[in-house]
């Protein structure tokens, strides 16, 4: 363990501010500006003592660790050092002799998990043999990150907050909650900047030590006076309103931004509105804080060697390559959207599932964007070369490493088509990074007021709502010309897309069933029309076998040599599966494609009805909604072969957009909430006397918080209780696992 270190270094804040540039569009004469990102004193914070702190950051998909890197980084411009390292490396750290401030930055991941790099620290803490006061010494910080679109915000940072604090730990800088949902950087940017004067203080206190309790006490609470306007709160009180006052305090900003560009852009000229390109005043006026400059680590050599043949990725991570057996469109040419199911033949491979697992399927950048990409940094010519990449020697960037997901001696295409997620949106650290590529001077003023501090509501519009990716930035700006070194640091690892199994291995042996919506982005000023990445793939790369329903199967008339491959892997489910006693009743929730795993469900079901004939079997209850009855009523005819065998007790559906008939005949519920109320007392009688379950499959952002809403006024109803006392009644459900959750975005 270091002690705390005197750093007589100037510290400087990490928004550096750029002098204040008209905006084209005013009445003045253009001019071609410079911009120097010299620190300016009126930012810099008086620096009393430099300090070491450790940052411990859990990851799932490298978000935590992307932003335990850039406080790191910022870190040494407010004159700290700090030591990072994942909390799966233990051997890096040890906080039971930890005295410095530690700051965590945490993730969660399925069903309000820690993320996989977290779950030996966390069984670690847990250990019910250490003491109440095991980590007194410890005063840290800690930055949860979670999408309240899921059920357990934040849970994974939660968990090991609360785990800390029942071992004496102690807070120096209260917990801040960062929703994927709204966008992280409305909490993480402002919980970051708020970070530096806390651990300020807290070295400061360290310094006089005697009373550090006291003190530190005093610099949480100090932190927030500036943030809460100084009322008196508690701290969870306190966190919560971090969390609400930063989404208020951005919306009125973008609010207030929006607003009175409008207004003193209608003085000047009709034609002015900021876009992509383009800002108008305030803030195309306005002196900018953009962030530090990320350090750069990677360095990247186009060796000319022939890389032919490596046209698909390696099986190394348990993909395997499968055959599509069969593809049919579920909905009719008209409907809203475009359902397709696809059976995989799994034989060969022997791949295992049980119905309620998905399967990954691994699924490429479009060839015409990487082709364009390409073209647009000049490195066509270069594609097929062989790229090696390693770390630059003299980085400041701390725990450097080349990126695992980046294979050496890949091609440069190869790379760009499987490896990197090239529609990503661009965090604001890379629009950051790009400016210094840019030549133009307009283009890059609007590359800073984009990744500034008061061009917040401009990004969240223009870059982070319009889904803008880097393409969309190269195209907007057409003098930037990144170096494919920079891609590589920025660029997030491309993800495969889980689909849940829509099949019981039971009924078709050696096959799985998926079945999914082709999304589909409508064209924005920011980008073209674009469908989802791996749905848009998919959808394209069965076009030869796809049926429609009810004819020919593809794999009567095709040889396998003949079908469309894909690479999948299996994504195995640890709770979402059929009660273990077959005669507990289930209620199963799934509009839309949610339906996918009920099917599979039902089939098993149908199955084991088949063969275990004198068993008892619980009731099965599925509400299902569409569009239109007779346009996207997916697995119609299947769902009507349960009913009529007695699998399915109890078909419950509703169309959203069918209008109601003449003669008022056409049932009134619009979605599967609405029949769950109307079907309130069997709901609670199978959940709370049968014991039984519910599952909940979908669409995340709506579908499935009205579904808990609706079970929380059943429950609070049926029980004559509050929704305080229902909420702890459906929270008691989720931990007995008996209310259970597949939901997607
Ligand atoms: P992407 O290109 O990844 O886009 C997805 C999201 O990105 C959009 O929803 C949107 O929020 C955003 N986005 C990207 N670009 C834009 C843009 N230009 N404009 C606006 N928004 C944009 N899906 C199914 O259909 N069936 C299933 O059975 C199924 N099972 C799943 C099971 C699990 C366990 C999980 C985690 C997910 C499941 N999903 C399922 C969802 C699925 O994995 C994919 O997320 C979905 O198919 C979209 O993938 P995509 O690559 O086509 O879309």
Redesign the pocket.
């Known amino acids: 363990m270091d002690p705390p270190l005197l750093d007589t270094r100037p510290c400087a804040s990490p928004w550096d501010p750029v002098p204040p540039v008209h905006s084209q569009y005013v009445t003045r004469p253009k001019t071609r500006l410079e911009f120097t990102f010299t620190k300016s004193s009126s930012y810099s914070m008086p620096c009393e003592a430099a300090s070491r702190f450790l940052i411990l950051y859990g990851s799932q998909r490298g978000q935590a660790q992307s932003l335990a890197e850039e406080i790191c980084q910022q870190a040494a411009e407010h004159g700290f050092t700090a030591d990072i390292s994942c909390l799966s490396n233990q051997r890096n750290y040890n906080l039971d002799s930890e005295i410095t401030p530690v700051v965590f930055v945490v993730s969660t991941t399925g069903d309000g998990d820690p993320p996989d790099t977290a779950q030996k620290f966390v069984r670690k803490i847990k250990n019910k043999s250490l003491p109440h006061d095991h980590f007194s010494h410890l005063r840290y910080a800690l930055l949860a990150l979670g999408d309240t679109n899921y059920a357990n915000f934040c849970n994974g940072g939660k968990t090991i907050d609360s785990r800390l604090q029942q071992l004496g730990a102690k807070h120096f800088y209260a917990t801040g909650h960062a929703d994927d949902g709204t966008g992280l950087e409305v909490v993480v940017d402002p919980w970051i900047e708020g970070l530096w004067d806390a651990l300020k203080k807290t070295f400061s206190s360290m310094a006089t030590s005697d009373q550090q309790d006291a003190v530190l006490s005093d610099s949480t609470q100090d932190s927030f006076h500036k943030t809460a306007s100084g009322q008196e709160k508690n701290k969870s009180d306190l966190e919560v309103d971090l969390h609400l006052l930063k989404l208020s305090e951005a919306d009125s900003q973008k609010g207030k931004g929006i607003e009175s560009d409008s207004r003193d852009v209608e003085t000047v000229s009709a034609v002015l509105v900021a876009s992509l390109k383009q800002s108008v005043p305030p803030l195309s006026q306005s002196a900018l804080n953009v962030p530090a400059l990320p350090a750069s680590y990677l360095e990247v050599r186009l060796e000319q060697v022939s890389t032919e043949g490596e046209t698909v990725p390696s099986d190394k991570d348990g993909y395997h390559e499968v055959s599509i057996s069969k593809a049919v469109q579920l909905t009719q040419d008209d409907a809203v959207k475009t ?1 397709i199911l696809l059976e995989l033949d799994v034989s060969e491979q022997n791949l295992a599932y049980q119905p309620g697992d ?1 399967f990954d ?1 691994l ?1 490429p950048n479009r060839a015409s964007e990487v082709e364009e990409l390409l073209l647009r940094l000049d490195l066509h010519t270069r594609k097929n070369c062989a790229v090696q990449v390693n770390l630059l020697k003299n980085s400041s960037k701390k725990a450097a490493k080349v990126p695992l997901h980046i294979p050496q001696n890949g091609s440069l295409e190869f790379i760009l088509t499987w490896c990197l997620e090239i ?1 990503s ?1 661009p965090k604001k650290a890379f629009v950051r990074a790009l400016v210094d590529f840019t030549q133009n001077g307009s283009e890059k003023r609007r590359l800073l007021e984009l990744c500034s501090k008061e061009g917040s509501a401009d990004y969240n519009s223009f870059v982070r ?5 880097l393409l969309d930035l190269l195209r907007a700006f057409p003098s930037c010309l990144p170096p494919p070194s920079l891609l590589f640091e920025h660029l997030p690892k491309l ?8 099949s019981s291995s039971l009924q078709l042996p050696g096959k799985v069933h ?6 589909e ?2 064209a ?1 000023p920011e ?1 073209p029309a ?9 959808a394209g790369h069965v076009s030869s076998i796809l049926r429609p329903l009810g004819t020919v199967l593809a794999s009567e008339r095709l040889g396998t040599s003949a079908l469309p491959k894909v690479h999948v892997r299996p ?1 195995p ?1 640890s709770t979402f599966h059929l009660p273990a006693d077959p005669s507990v009743p289930v209620v199963m929730v799934g509009p ?3 339906v ?2 009920f099917i599979g469900f039902l089939q098993q079901r149908e199955k084991e009805r088949e063969v275990y004939r004198e068993a008892t079997f619980g009731e099965m209850w599925l509400f299902f909604g569409c569009r239109h009855k007779d346009k996207d009523f997916l697995f119609r005819e299947e769902l009507e072969r349960f009913v009529h065998n007695g699998t399915l007790s109890h078909l419950i559906v509703c169309f959203s957009r069918d209008e109601p008939d003449a003669a008022g005949t056409v049932s009134t519920p619009t979605y599967v909430q609405h029949n769950l109320h109307l079907h309130a007392k069997n709901v609670a009688s199978i959940l709370l006397k049968d014991k039984g379950f519910l599952y909940v ?2 669409d995340a952002k709506n579908m499935a918080k009205d579904v808990n809403d609706t079970l929380l006024e059943i429950i609070g109803n049926e029980l004559q209780m509050d929704k305080l006392d229902a909420m702890k009644t459906v929270a008691g459900l989720r931990e007995e696992k008996r209310y259970l959750q ?4």
Do not use: E, K, M
């Not at 709502?465 to 990716?469: I, K, S």
């Not at 993800?495 to 829509?502: D, G, I």
């Open positions: 359902a998905a399927i699924c529609r949106v709502d319009a889904n803008v990716c993800q495969p897309r889980a689909y849940s199994a829509a998926l079945v999914f919506n082709v999304v982005f409508p924005r980008h674009r469908t989802g990445l791996c749905t848009g793939w998919l994504r489910s839309g494609t949610g996918a795993p499959c979908g597949d939901i997607w975005s």
